[in-house]
């Protein structure tokens, strides 16, 4: 078994010689955890449920289900051939709406970080990227879609006129299949085998293994794995995703209760008649450090001393996942105040916290947000500083959105500065659309604060530090360029 940031080296490395390079990838248990046919049955069923479409194809994937891994072989074939055939005279639209509510709703939480990583190293050295599936292309499709793969080679239905004929078209993608594939796209871009990387989990696709130059094991099968140490093959085990474990369910379970108790204590001390400010900055603080060690998160911090040199002051931050509000509060500690959406204050879990700490609701469907201009002024004139995250809501990898004005707008209003922080990796722990908690080096850049003076075209300064975070989270040497606001 081998590091993932050491074979990414290697591929930075290698020296294929003339001509182009082809990385070809597996879907299952290579790019995503687990199998993309098992949330493509379930929305099968459910689409069959709703509409009494495809009712026999979602009976047929519920079989496929029920025999878990072991659609191989002879095994594959038939499962493919009476798929086609349940499929006659439907709709190919119906299936690429499954496939996309599919991976919006279980596959898109399950792509590897490790996966995402290597693409982008195999991107960064200039070698072009295809997705070699025995899939369909209605699941393999939106992967290869949100991670910029070039090309896909997968099992293809045979459609006529928008419609399902019953029919495959062979060779199917699999086994032998796969490696006839790769030829083929080989003989298109003037690449060769030897050149050529291959990234798997089974041993049935060892013809295509056996014939690259570069074959790589991932999550390897038991017997791929004895296969890879005996020909001396890299192996790489990605962790980031995947069944949970016990500790896992025991972390979140945690982090929950940490929430409900902080609400509580927070709501006695009111009761009380504790200052409201010191009963805010405790609860931030207890929800940040008890809440982040049931987490399991640790921190690498890039411009620490940037978080206090100058306060109040707007802090700005990537949305990459629900943890981002555990991870600011670790960080910021005191005398600041969220702006968030509106239904966040009726969330059971988080809601009753966030009403208690004078969290700024922003309701987006209102056009007229005068009054939440006015309460974020009136918070920075009392000395606290908001939080603001101005993409508004979060991408499945985290990639950035495009940012609104509002932060930029109230800096230069209130005379305060903006200070950028930039979340690298808090999707790790909670991925968009996961339920369960894992443990987490998140890592954080804190960039020089941008003077309010300095901010002379609200919206070409947006766009400048927009792009710095693009270039900072897709390079991470950008972080030693300089801010500079847009005239």
């Not at 299936?95 to 693409?119: C, D, H, P, Q």
């Not at 890879?228 to 500790?247: D, T, V, Y």
């Not at 987006?364 to 947000?369: G, L, T």
């Amino acid at each position: 078994m081998i590091n993932i940031k050491s074979h990414i080296h290697d591929i930075a490395c290698a020296r294929e010689g003339a001509g182009p390079t082809v990385a070809f990838f597996d879907l299952d248990r290579t790019l995503i955890a687990g199998y993309s046919l098992v949330p493509f049955a379930l929305e099968s069923a459910k689409a069959g449920a709703r509409h009494g479409e495809i009712r026999e194809s979602a009976t047929l994937l519920r079989d496929a289900l029920r025999n878990g891994n072991k659609t191989r072989g002879g095994n594959y074939h038939k499962l493919i051939h009476r798929l086609a055939h349940a499929l006659t005279g439907r709709s190919e639209d119906t299936l690429e709406k499954i496939g996309e509510r599919a991976f919006k709703n279980s596959i898109a939480r399950n792509i590897y970080r490790e996966a995402i990583e290597l693409v982008e190293a195999h991107r960064a050295a200039g070698h072009r990227l295809v997705m070699v599936t025995a899939a369909t292309r209605y699941q393999a499709g939106p992967v290869a879609d949100v991670l910029g793969i070039d090309e896909i080679c997968c099992t293809q239905l045979e459609v006529q006129d928008g419609r399902f004929t019953g029919k495959t078209i062979v060779p199917l993608c699999y086994g032998e299949g796969k490696a006839l594939a790769a030829r083929r796209v080989l003989k298109q871009r003037g690449g060769t085998l030897k050149r050529s990387w291959f990234y798997s989990d089974s041993s049935d696709d060892l013809p295509l293994l056996r014939k690259v130059g570069h074959p790589v094991a991932v999550n390897p099968s038991e017997k791929l794995a004895v296969h890879a140490r005996n020909k001396g093959w890299p192996q790489l085990h990605f962790s980031s995703r995947g069944l949970p474990g016990i500790e896992q369910v025991a972390r979140t379970s945690l982090v929950a209760q940490s929430v409900l108790a902080t609400a509580a204590i927070g709501a006695v001390s009111r009761r009380l008649g504790g200052p409201a400010y010191s009963n805010a900055n405790r609860m931030t603080r207890m929800l940040g450090d008890i809440g982040s060690g049931f987490a399991g998160l640790e921190f690498e911090i890039d411009g620490h001393h940037n978080l206090h040199r100058e306060r109040p002051a707007i802090f700005v931050f990537n949305h990459q996942s629900l943890m981002d509000s555990l991870v600011l509060a670790h960080l910021l500690r005191e005398d600041v105040v969220a702006m968030c959406k509106k239904e966040m204050a009726d969330n059971p879990l988080v809601g009753p916290l966030l009403r208690q700490v004078d969290t700024i609701f922003v309701d987006r469907s209102e056009k007229d947000q005068s009054e939440v201009l006015k309460r974020s002024l009136e918070v920075l004139q009392s000395g606290r500083s908001l939080v603001i995250a101005p993409e508004g809501t979060r991408s499945t990898l985290g990639d950035i959105q495009p940012f609104k004005h509002g932060a930029f707008l109230l800096a230069r209003k209130a005379g305060v500065p903006i200070v950028p922080i930039v979340l690298h990796n808090v999707k790790d722990a909670l991925p968009k659309g996961a339920f369960l908690l894992r443990p987490a080096t998140i890592r954080v850049t804190v960039l020089e604060p941008i003077a309010a003076e300095s901010i002379r075209s609200i919206r070409g300064s947006c766009r400048e530090l927009e792009d710095r975070y693009c270039m900072l989270l897709g390079n991470s040497t950008a972080a030693a360029l300089p801010f500079s606001a847009t005239a």
